[in-house]
């Protein structure tokens, strides 16, 4: 419970404390938030205010809240983090032992906490790399049976290693931008024996659900991280939609995989849950029936977050139809595992890459992360609400994606 009024049903409840970036009308420079139920705490103002002098170790790096990315924050690792946000907790606790630091000083809280209907988001962190992984094994064998059939429907080294693309860092954007339907080369007939490709505007656009993931240190190039020492890394996660051009995936996907198919957008949520928030929900995902290397294997098995995840479609005409729900306990690989793949060549990840999980799914028909498997590829309709339906995303959709637990 907080003394500040929040609703019981509100994503950011207490027991959250998500950060991003945000402006104001009054304000135009970005800078760090705190999401606390239809609010958001302004830590530079809060620290202007002397909101942190309970706190040493706080107030010594409070020039970070004045950053304009959380990359300054992130760097200085989960330690710290935990630090600042268990005393945010205490602050802003309905039984606060300092109430004179923010609930009672009517001045502090005039400046420091702001409606959240009243600012506008940026992208988080200064994202250098973005890496998207394959593991969530229901949708790379519902894929896989799409494309390959059912007696191939996984790839020899599915179980055995996680699979990723690197993607492209730049058209990763936050929740609410318009995303623009990409153009490129499309085969009308894949199954021709001469195939001629045309130029134009992608006809099959998807949705892919995912979680993602921020980095906030760096490892030295040519020293892996191990997978007993890769939690250390993890900043925060988001929702992310990995929009994707199945017409141009078609295509171009051999023998390297996805580019023009994924590169003109990425979206993810602009409020990063840390690290700590997500540790109380972790348990076991799917059973891996390989035996694993060395450097893949944990000694816990409740290490994937067990989030709650749905997708919901509104179209032009203002209908809207929750199309999947489904949970992230449907991953193969855990972060750690991917963390520890990523390096085990000796790449240095660095404060702000993100990591996305790919597509999470159901085992059964109904929570697929994607229209490419609801449809089946095209062949069955998804009925929405209001007498429409769906095999593509059509000009004016809308996807929303939401995650929770607990």
């Not at 790399?129 to 599915?158: C, E, M």
């Not at 069955?380 to 209001?386: T, Y």
Request: charged letters at 15%.
């Amino acid at each position: 419970m907080s003394w500040l009024p929040l609703q019981p049903t509100s994503l950011f409840s207490l027991a959250n404390i998500p950060f991003g970036i945000f402006s104001t009308p009054n304000n135009s420079t970005c800078r760090p938030g705190i999401a606390i139920g239809d609010y958001v705490l302004d830590p530079q103002s809060f620290a202007n205010g002397g909101g942190f002098c309970a706190s040493v170790d706080i107030q010594q790096h409070v020039a970070v809240f004045s950053a304009k990315t959380l990359n300054p924050f992130a760097i200085l690792g989960r330690k710290f983090q935990r630090t600042v946000r268990e005393y945010l907790q205490s602050i802003l606790s309905i039984d606060t032992k300092n109430p004179e630091i923010l609930r009672d000083n009517f001045v502090l809280r005039k400046d420091a906490i702001i409606s959240l209907f009243d600012v506008q988001m940026h992208r988080p962190l200064d994202i250098g790399d973005y890496t998207d992984f394959y593991a969530g094994i229901h949708h790379a064998s519902n894929v896989g049976k799409i494309l390959r059939g059912p007696a191939n429907a996984l790839q020899p080294n599915y179980t055995h290693m996680p699979i990723a693309y690197h993607g492209r860092a730049s058209s990763v954007v936050i929740s609410g931008t318009a995303i623009r339907r990409p153009w490129g080369q499309i085969v009308p007939n894949l199954k021709a024996e001469t195939k001629v490709p045309i130029l134009g505007p992608s006809e099959k656009l998807d949705f892919e659900l995912e979680l993602g993931l921020f980095i906030c240190q760096e490892n030295t190039m040519g020293e892996p991280i191990s997978i007993s020492e890769a939690e250390k890394y993890v900043f925060g996660y988001v929702l992310i939609n990995d929009w994707s051009a199945r017409d141009l995936q078609s295509w171009e996907y051999v023998p390297l995989g996805p580019f023009g198919a994924k590169n003109f957008g990425t979206s993810i949520s602009a409020w990063v849950v840390l690290a700590d928030a997500i540790e109380t929900t972790k348990g076991s995902g799917i059973q891996n029936s390989s035996q694993l290397l060395p450097y893949l294997s944990e000694n816990s098995l409740n290490s994937i977050p067990q989030i709650e995840l749905e997708v919901e479609i509104t179209t032009a005409k203002g209908h809207s139809t929750t199309i999947t729900r489904t949970n992230s306990k449907n991953l193969l690989w855990s972060w750690p595992q991917i963390i520890a793949h990523h390096t085990i060549t000796g790449c240095n990840l660095r404060p702000g890459d993100l990591l996305g999980s790919g597509t999470i799914s159901g085992a059964e028909p109904g929570p697929e992360g994607s229209m490419m498997e609801q449809t089946q590829n095209g062949k069955v309709p998804i009925q929405l609400d209001g007498g429409e339906e769906r095999t593509v995303l059509l000009d004016g959709d809308t996807i929303t994606l939401r995650g929770w637990a607990g």
